[in-house]
């Protein structure tokens, strides 16, 4: 059957024809019936089987290993233990070494020498411990090296004395733990102690340990290592490892895989088989989906180009294949029927976003007209050429980066809010410009909470203010002072900024009309300052925000400017980014 699309006049939304009126059943259980019936049995079958079999084997194996790794290690520890214990005999208190140390350079030194590595040989050779023992006069740099392994035939494996050097050296290494490191291409076990007058430690062939053990693992599927660190498991090989006491090493053993899972091997067979008549089962179930799936999704798809097409009328009478896909047509149906209203909301949205949007190019457009200004300009080129005239070219290169600053600042791209440590840098910036011109005529003081300054606020919003002093304000043979205050209040989460003067102040009537926020009785075109500032604040921040004034005529105003936000979090987010 066919979709099709309901005549003028019928109703929008067409439900199927009666025989079809019922529920199939769920592709979801359609689905599960028929991989029951295929395939399920065959796979879970034959997965439970190795899987079990492989981890039986697994855990046979590592438990076994273990064992013996772990006796192994235990000897290794003994080892570390005995050569703690030797070096503690050795060389605390021992009057045959302080005589060594004190007496270089005379007979007797050679003597003490002599009997000092009898000593120390004897010793080593009595107790099983370490393979070598070594100690560095720190005055002469003289070395006694003493060796001995216990099996009597890896001489070969025996550590120069110039490495020994190299290594006793080495201060990362003297701090009287055992570490792991290759020397003269061995991998030893090294412990290194120091004093005021020489260095001394041991150190324990971990090849030559290895090549000793009875049980000999090393062959074409395993093989036996010491390593640094617990060691990460490689694809195709089962690890297991045993911690040496004392050190960071670790004795590990690495087979193959397909050594430990050799037996699985015809389990592996079966498995082969079971994916091959499961391959084989492909065309059926790719006949059954292009049926139960495939062809109602391009039934689904086609109706959806109808409607990017512009046919809003068009609906899917098709029978439904699955529950699924008959729950999908009636949505899909319903929303066809719905889509008038839908398009007629979102327009009517991306019209009140472009409103918004265009409200908030008008402020900036009223807010530069407001700051460019003829006289404001005239004012100072007029400065600009005094300073030139008068020759402070100096304060003429300021004022000349000022305007430079404060026009790129004015004209930025792509902020709609700058910091607050910006614009308080402009407005300290145009009263230093402006002291040039109306000299003695004002003061500044600045009380600015620190934590203000991650603030983010319409750009010129205090300049504004600031310059309305320096244009309004200013008394001839008087100066007038100015206070910048700004704190953050954390229990009403508000950031509180006021812009004080004592200078003429404004009328009673013109502040009622800022405290109410109603303009309505001004002409066009005058006060727009204080008003567009109110603008602004109320579409960046809600009606929430906002500016009071207090004055008395001819006692000075202060401006009194709220804006509500958190200033713990946007500093926490500052710190992450």
């Known amino acids: 059957m066919r979709s099709v699309r309901p005549r003028k006049g019928e109703k929008a939304l067409s439900v199927f024809p009666e025989e079809n009126r019922r529920k199939p059943i769920s592709l979801r259980r359609q689905a599960l019936l028929f991989l029951c019936l295929l395939l399920l049995p065959f796979s879970i079958l034959s997965a439970i089987l190795s899987i079990r079999t492989m981890r039986n084997l697994e855990s046979q194996y590592s438990r076994q290993t273990r064992a013996i790794l772990d006796s192994y290690a235990a000897q290794l520890a003994h080892?570390?233990?005995?050569?703690?214990?030797?070096?503690?005999?050795?060389?605390?208190?021992?009057?045959?070494?302080?005589?060594?140390?004190?007496?270089?350079?005379?007979?007797?030194?050679?003597?003490?020498?002599?009997?000092?590595?009898?000593?120390?040989?004897?010793?080593?050779?009595?107790?099983?411990?370490?393979?070598?023992?070594?100690?560095?006069?720190?005055?002469?740099?003289?070395?006694?090296?003493?060796?001995?392994?216990?099996?009597?035939?890896?001489?070969?494996?025996?550590?120069s004395e110039a490495s020994l050097r190299k290594y006793i050296k080495d201060t990362a290494r003297s701090d009287t733990k055992w570490h792991l490191t290759e020397v003269d291409g061995s991998l030893c076990l090294l412990h290194i102690l120091s004093d005021s007058s020489c260095r001394y430690g041991a150190y324990i062939n971990c090849d030559a340990f290895l090549e000793s053990l009875s049980w000999q693992a090393n062959s074409g599927t395993s093989a036996l290592s010491v390593e640094a660190g617990l060691p990460q498991a490689g694809r195709g090989h089962l690890t297991v490892s045993s911690g040496i006491t004392h050190t960071p090493a670790f004795l590990v053993l690495k087979t193959r895989t397909s050594a430990v899972y050799g037996s699985v091997l015809p389990w592996v067979v079966i498995s082969i088989l079971l994916i091959a008549f499961s391959v084989l089962m492909i065309p059926l179930f790719l006949l059954t989906y292009y049926r139960k799936i495939n062809r109602p999704l391009r039934t689904l798809q086609g109706a959806f180009h109808e409607l990017e097409g512009g046919n809003e009328d068009y609906r899917i009478l098709e029978p439904a294949s699955s529950e699924e896909f008959y729950?999908?047509?009636?949505?899909?149906?319903?929303?066809?029927?719905?889509?008038?209203?839908?398009?007629?909301?979102?327009?009517?949205?991306e019209q009140h976003r472009?409103?918004?949007?265009?409200?908030?190019?008008?402020?900036?457009?009223?807010?530069?007209?407001?700051?460019?200004?003829?006289?404001?300009?005239?004012?100072?080129?007029?400065?600009?050429?005094?300073?030139?005239?008068?020759?402070?070219s100096e304060n003429a290169e300021r004022l000349v980066l000022y305007l430079?600053?404060?026009?790129?600042?004015?004209?930025?791209?792509?902020?709609?809010?700058?910091?607050?440590?910006?614009?308080?840098?402009?407005?300290?910036?145009?009263?230093?410009?402006?002291?040039?011109?109306?000299?003695?005529?004002?003061?500044?003081?600045?009380?600015?909470?620190?934590?203000?300054?991650?603030?983010?606020?319409?750009?010129?919003?205090?300049?504004?203010?600031?310059?309305?002093?320096?244009?309004?304000?200013?008394?001839?043979?008087?100066t007038i002072h100015i206070i910048l205050y700004g704190e953050y209040d954390e229990d009403q989460k508000m950031a509180v900024f006021q812009v004080s003067d004592d200078g003429n102040g404004i009328s009673e009537e013109y502040a009622g009309m800022i405290n109410r926020n109603d303009f309505s009785s001004l002409p066009a075109g005058k006060h727009i300052g204080v008003r567009n500032s109110i603008n602004r604040l109320h579409y960046y921040f809600g009606e929430q925000a906002g500016v009071t004034v207090d004055t008395a005529e001819g006692e000075g105003k202060t401006f009194t400017i709220r804006i509500p936000c958190n200033l713990t979090e946007e500093d926490e987010e500052d710190n992450k980014g």
């Not at 006694?144 to 550590?159: A, C, E, V």
């Not at 005239?378 to 020759?391: A, E, K, R, V």
């Not at 600042?409 to 009263?431: A, N, P, T």
Request: glycine share 2%.
């Open 79 to 159: 080892r570390i233990n005995m050569s703690d214990y030797l070096l503690l005999n050795l060389f605390t208190n021992n009057d045959l070494l302080l005589r060594f140390e004190r007496n270089t350079g005379d007979w007797h030194h050679s003597l003490y020498r002599r009997n000092l590595s009898q000593e120390i040989n004897d010793a080593l050779v009595l107790s099983d411990s370490a393979d070598g023992i070594f100690l560095l006069l720190n005055s002469s740099e003289e070395l006694i090296h003493i060796s001995h392994f216990q099996y009597g035939r890896y001489t070969s494996q025996l550590l």
């Open 327 to 349: 729950d999908t047509n009636l949505s899909f149906n319903s929303m066809a029927s719905n889509l008038s209203a839908l398009k007629k909301q979102v327009l009517e949205e």
């Open 354 to 392: 472009h409103e918004l949007a265009e409200h908030n190019l008008n402020l900036q457009l009223d807010n530069l007209q407001l700051q460019i200004r003829p006289h404001f300009l005239q004012n100072t080129m007029n400065l600009l050429f005094t300073l030139i005239h008068s020759g402070q």
């Open 404 to 478: 430079s600053r404060y026009f790129r600042y004015m004209f930025r791209h792509g902020h709609d809010l700058e910091l607050f440590s910006r614009e308080i840098e402009m407005v300290r910036e145009y009263l230093e410009i402006s002291a040039l011109h109306y000299e003695n005529a004002f003061t500044v003081s600045y009380q600015i909470d620190p934590i203000l300054s991650f603030l983010r606020i319409p750009p010129l919003l205090l300049h504004n203010f600031v310059e309305n002093i320096i244009q309004h304000a200013l008394i001839p043979g008087r």
